[in-house]
């Protein structure tokens, strides 16, 4: 992945260099790369070529990076530190941020364009939209506008699993179904079976964050620890506590263990991605 | 296309309803509508139907709106007036302004894959990565980002046209290649006068800008009138003086009605267009 997304990336001496730079800053050598790592996980399940699968996966990672890099400007969630290292404001200043992350985004709808990724172009461009869609306004960006609104009021788990199945399970659906869509057409079972394994991920994804927020350090995080309670944020250890939340994120990783079963051998990594999203510790 | 807009924008009541009115806010009743005309101008041309230009143009016009939400942004440009209204931050917030145009650019490329467009769906990648190219660092956010880092300085004239080349250019000549896109295949020489017709009017745009900005009222232009000279930014009045300045302009609309020769009667909107662009007085 890096080295995919390396490639991809304009050279940081390409004109204008600040914001080539800023863009390689936000995207490259950091982060957990879960959804790369899940995209190529539905691809391989799916037989899809590697090369294919490094375009899906790095247009889905850099909707990822460009979120992160507009979600911790000051006017969002003002934060200092991502990744292990300083948020790309504080390492350029905010307005390269700001166009780091509008030009990321663009870049990953060319990727996708340019590269030929499925047999037949049509599905492509379903691909296009599909990621789209799970970036926009009833996906990411809408879950971060409602995450925004949400600060400092208490939600209950039902408006929390709303809010964050846009804002952290689109765009981990959008990386499962892309990686799926540039290899054979599924069958019906793994086809719904993929789509609940997305769902559920996704969920227990956004479950685990919110544990490790809650008890983790900075440290270990790469970011900034503690942040939600601080901010006032309703999260998954407010609204369960911790234990429950927990519990409920092991009751989601062995659902998305069994909706995969069609896949029989050719899962295994979809398998073990979903003991990496929640038994992780960072 | 206003109806056009308005139907394909989510409507102001779909949750997160606050996120969807200002991306109406953003992209609604305002504006000349220049580069949605160029692309239906360019549609015209080449008997492309009307119910892909007007996906095409929004996809642009989508760019568009986008770009002056961030541009108008504190940490960018820092205005408060545009289109004769209130800035999309000044009406809503900082936070609320930068997702909706986050969100814009992502509906501007799911549109462009969910739609039919063009009879060959590879043809059709080519209209994603073409915007998308035209959107990026390379294009306008690079020239945006060029712009920002030229503030204070003097440019040559050279220099500018480099600057505006991605600023403005950029999207001006994806509007017509998309409105072109959309219909038959042109033949060798209508391909190459349009290209030169986009490369002439993207230029041209911007030195009335220039212009209008130095010399006309904030009340005629619906935005703050003046700025270019009181944040000490380089334009083609500074570079040239306005006498010049407008002749360049000239010169550059008899050029680009020169280049669509080739269409003939079909060129006729084309032409119209050219002169607006330069005769404009807003």
């Keep these: 992945m890096e080295e995919a997304l390396g490639r991809l990336l304009p050279a940081a001496g390409v004109v204008p260099a600040r914001l080539h730079a800023a863009m390689r800053y936000a995207t490259l050598e950091g982060g957990k790369r879960a959804r790369p790592l899940l995209c190529f996980a539905a691809g391989?399940?799916?037989?899809?070529?590697?090369?294919?699968l490094e375009i899906a996966?790095?247009?889905?990672?850099?909707?990822h990076a460009y979120s992160l890099a507009h979600d911790d400007l000051p006017c969002m969630d003002d934060d200092v530190l991502r990744r292990g290292k300083p948020t790309v404001h504080v390492e350029f200043d905010e307005a390269t941020a700001l166009?780091?992350?509008d030009a990321l985004q663009s870049l990953a709808f060319q990727i996708l364009g340019e590269h030929r990724l499925a047999d037949d172009p049509a599905a492509q461009l379903a691909m296009v939209s599909s990621l789209a869609s799970a970036a926009g306004s009833r996906g990411m960006a809408g879950?971060?506008?409602?995450?925004?609104?949400?600060?400092g009021r208490s939600l209950s788990a039902i408006e929390l699993e709303s809010m964050h199945v846009r804002k952290t399970g689109a765009l981990i659906r959008a990386a499962v179904s892309l990686g799926a869509a540039c290899g054979r057409?599924?069958?019906q079972a793994e086809r719904s079976g993929l789509d609940r394994y997305a769902k559920c991920l996704g969920l227990a994804f956004q479950v685990v964050d919110d544990v490790l927020?809650?008890?983790?350090?900075?440290a270990t995080l790469g970011k900034t620890a503690g942040k939600d309670s601080k901010q006032g944020k309703a999260t998954y250890v407010t609204a369960l506590d911790a234990a429950r939340a927990r519990e409920f994120a092991d009751e989601l990783r062995r659902d998305a263990i069994a909706a995969v079963a069609p896949f029989g051998e050719r899962g295994a990594r979809l398998r073990q991605m979903a003991d990496f999203v929640v038994l992780r510790k960072f």
Excluded: F, H, W
């Excluded at 391989?44 to 294919?52: F, L, S, T, V, Y």
């Excluded at 879950?143 to 600060?151: N, S, V, W």
């Excluded at 927020?213 to 900075?218: G, H, L, Q």
């Design 44 to 52: 391989e399940a799916c037989d899809a070529p590697a090369e294919r």
């Design 57 to 63: 996966a790095s247009a889905v990672e850099m909707i």
């Design 99 to 101: 166009l780091a992350g």
């Design 143 to 151: 879950g971060q506008q409602i995450d925004l609104e949400a600060t």
């Design 185 to 187: 057409a599924p069958t």
């Design 213 to 218: 927020d809650a008890e983790s350090s900075t």
